[in-house]
């Protein structure tokens, strides 16, 4: 029970710290401003354009919510050392393990809770589609629905923080994904004529299932920014999450492809009766631990899937959600053992 006292009380001052922090209103505004600029964007292809819609918009999401992964994560602990408020919860019965696993709760949550407003957003324009000629019709049902949740949620953002004081990037950030969620609901029961058609009609599932596998990849993301920050300072955080994100979209080419390489040789050595070289069975061996240890990101982009019209397997859905967790675990347990003997006096 204390434990679990201790555990929301550090993740809760953690997601209202990593809110407020300018750099999450700046990286979300622009993203969903991104977002938006899109459905221009992708009208100049010579074939179809709403599949490259769907392309740049969930990568814009995805960079966004890496930036905001590597910021928030790295900033939750090497502030805290740097200041040196964090003498004052690991000198309390606090152990460290329950501090680590809080701040990377609060940190989860506040980029789940960021990156929801262009998610919604996006998928708000989804259902608009890409104007791709001058006679395509605008889907005024999308657009009055999204520009009323926009409006909503800045007045309000611009009420509580005048009159009560609160944070307003936190209020924009935090309001900003619900409205558009209730706006983006709205806009599946009208077509552009304002015609009520059925939900079925506009509603992808699969694209919510892409969402889902990048939100739990940003997951994996900020675990090892948690782990990194707890012996590095702020730079080299950025620095290593970042190298971390780019070595794991590029897994299979750097090291799987490697590692098939050297299978493929022993397998005909062994084939020719000859057995394999020591070097052979030392790098196969380093290369099995690389491609183990290296999250790889790139079972969690399924939008090439999503844009030819293919089904996201359930089983397949459920085991990179596996791989995630476990990715997480083993992050987290990382942590907190280099977190233990730190010494932050």
Not at 101 to 119: E, H, Q
Not at 216 to 229: C, K, R
Request: hydrophobic fraction near 60%.
């Amino acid at each position: 029970m204390v434990f679990l006292e201790q555990f929301l009380t550090i993740a809760r001052n953690t997601f209202l710290e990593c809110v407020r922090q300018p750099i999450t209103l700046i990286v979300v505004g622009a993203a969903t401003l991104l977002v938006f600029l899109s459905n221009q964007f992708a009208a100049f292809t010579m074939s179809d354009d709403q599949r490259m819609y769907v392309d740049i918009g969930l990568s814009t999401i995805f960079m966004a919510g890496a930036l905001l992964a590597a910021f928030l994560a790295t900033s939750v602990i090497d502030e805290e050392i740097t200041n040196r408020t964090v003498l004052t919860v690991v000198s309390k019965p606090v152990a460290r393990a329950t501090f680590i696993v809080g701040k990377y709760a609060g940190v989860v949550v506040a980029l789940l809770a960021s990156i929801a407003l262009p998610a919604m957003a996006f998928f708000l324009v989804e259902v608009h589609g890409v104007i791709q000629t001058a006679a395509t019709p605008v889907g005024w049902p999308c657009v009055l629905f999204g520009v009323a949740a926009a409006v909503l949620t800045i007045a309000t953002a611009t009420w509580c923080n005048y009159f009560y004081g609160r944070n307003f990037g936190a209020v924009t950030v935090l309001l900003g994904g619900p409205l558009l969620l209730v706006a983006y609901g709205f806009s599946l029961l009208f077509d552009p004529q304002w015609n009520v058609i059925e939900i079925a009609t506009e509603f992808r599932l699969e694209l919510w299932a892409a969402v889902l596998l990048m939100a739990m990849a940003l997951s994996v993301l900020a675990a090892v920014a948690i782990a990194v920050s707890t012996r590095l300072g702020r730079v080299l955080t950025l620095s290593a999450t970042l190298a971390t994100l780019l070595i794991g979209l590029l897994s299979d080419w750097i090291i799987g492809r490697r590692l098939h390489a050297i299978e493929q040789a022993i397998a005909v050595r062994e084939a020719a009766g000859t057995t394999a070289t020591g070097a052979d069975l030392f790098e196969l061996s380093a290369m099995k631990t690389a491609y183990a240890i290296v999250p790889n990101f790139q079972v969690f982009w399924v939008v090439d899937a999503v844009n030819q019209a293919q089904q996201i397997p359930l089983e397949y859905f459920g085991r990179v959600m596996a791989y995630g967790a476990l990715m997480v675990c083993a992050a987290l347990a990382l942590a907190i053992a280099l977190f233990q003997r730190r010494e932050v006096g």
